[in-house]
T-cell receptor, first 115, second 114 residues
Framework: EAGVAQSPRYKIIEKRQSVAFWCNPI?????LYWYQQILGQGPKLLIQ????????DSQLPKDRFSAERLKGVDSTLKIQPAKLEDSAVYLC?????????????FGDGTRLSIL | AQSVTQLGSHVSVSEGALVLLRCNYS??????LFWYVQYPNQGLQLLLK??????LVKGINGFEAEFKKSETSFHLTKPSAHMSDAAEYFC????????????FGAGTRLFVKA
C-alpha cells in the first residue's frame, strides 16, 4: 500500500512569512495526525483529526497555526506568521483507528527552517 | 496523565552486542505501548506494539520488548546489534485518557560501533 505522502520535504522561509504543508494519508485511514518534532526531541502532537473533525488540538498554537482536513482525506497545516521557534520537522501520520491501539504510519516529514 | 521516560538519550554498543533501550511509562489505565524507529531524514516506523495480549512482544528486525506492569516498563532489546540498527528509537504510550492521545518519549539514539 502507498504510504503517507507529505510535501514539501524542505522549506526555508523568513520569520513572519507564512508556510503551508500538505499531507495525504494512507487510503482508508480515518485518523490523521500532525506532529512537530524539534531537533533532539520526540514528536509533539499538534492536532488530531477523525475523518474531517478535530479530536484534539490542545497543543496547537491557534494564534498562528491552523489545519484543515476537507472531505476527510488530505490535510494542510499552515503557519502564519512564522517565528524562529517554529523551526522543526513537521510530521504527518495516519492510523486506521482513533482509540490509540492502532499504530501510526508516518510520512517522511517537512523540515522547516526559519531565518 | 500519561507520560513516557526513556532512560539515556544516547546508547552506544559494539556490533554483535546486546541492545537494551529503556522505557518507563505512567498511565492510569492499561496502556497501549509502542516502539518506533526513525532513520535520518525519515519518518517514524513501527517496530512493535503491546496491546494487552502477550507480555513479550516480537517486532521487526529481531527486536523484542517485554511489558512489565509491576515495573511500568517496556524495554526494547535485540540480542545482537547490527550496524544498520543505528538510528533514533522512540517509546510511545496511549490509552483511554486524554482522548487516546499518543505520548512519545524524547528518544534514544543508538550508535553501533564496528
Amino acid at each position: 500500500e502507498a504510504g503517507v505522502a507529505q510535501s514539501p520535504r524542505y522549506k526555508i522561509i523568513e520569520k513572519r512569512q507564512s508556510v503551508a504543508f500538505w499531507c495525504n494519508p494512507i487510503s482508508g485511514h480515518a485518523t490523521l495526525y500532525w506532529y512537530q518534532q524539534i531537533l533532539g526531541q520526540g514528536p509533539k502532537l499538534l492536532i488530531q483529526f477523525q475523518n474531517n473533525g478535530v479530536v484534539d488540538d490542545s497543543q496547537l498554537p491557534k494564534d498562528r497555526f491552523s489545519a484543515e482536513r476537507l472531505k476527510g482525506v488530505d490535510s494542510t497545516l499552515k503557519i502564519q506568521p512564522a517565528k524562529l521557534e517554529d523551526s522543526a520537522v513537521y510530521l504527518c501520520a495516519s492510523s486506521s483507528g482513533a482509540w490509540g491501539n492502532q499504530p501510526q504510519h508516518f510520512g517522511d516529514g517537512t523540515r522547516l527552517s526559519i531565518l | 496523565a500519561q507520560s513516557v521516560t526513556q532512560l539515556g538519550s544516547h546508547v552506544s554498543v559494539s556490533e554483535g552486542a546486546l541492545v537494551l533501550l529503556r522505557c518507563n511509562y505512567s498511565s492510569s489505565v492499561p496502556p497501549y505501548l509502542f516502539w518506533y524507529v526513525q532513520y535520518p531524514n525519515q519518518g517514524l516506523q513501527l517496530l512493535l506494539k503491546y496491546t494487552s495480549a502477550a507480555t513479550l512482544v516480537k517486532g521487526i528486525n529481531g527486536f523484542e520488548a517485554e511489558f512489565k506492569k509491576s515495573e511500568t516498563s517496556f524495554h526494547l532489546t535485540k540480542p545482537s546489534a547490527h550496524m544498520s540498527d543505528a538510528a533514533e528509537y522512540f517509546c510511545a504510550v496511549s490509552g483511554n485518557t486524554g482522548g487516546f492521545k499518543t505520548i512519545f518519549g524524547a528518544g534514544t539514539r543508538l550508535f553501533v560501533k564496528a
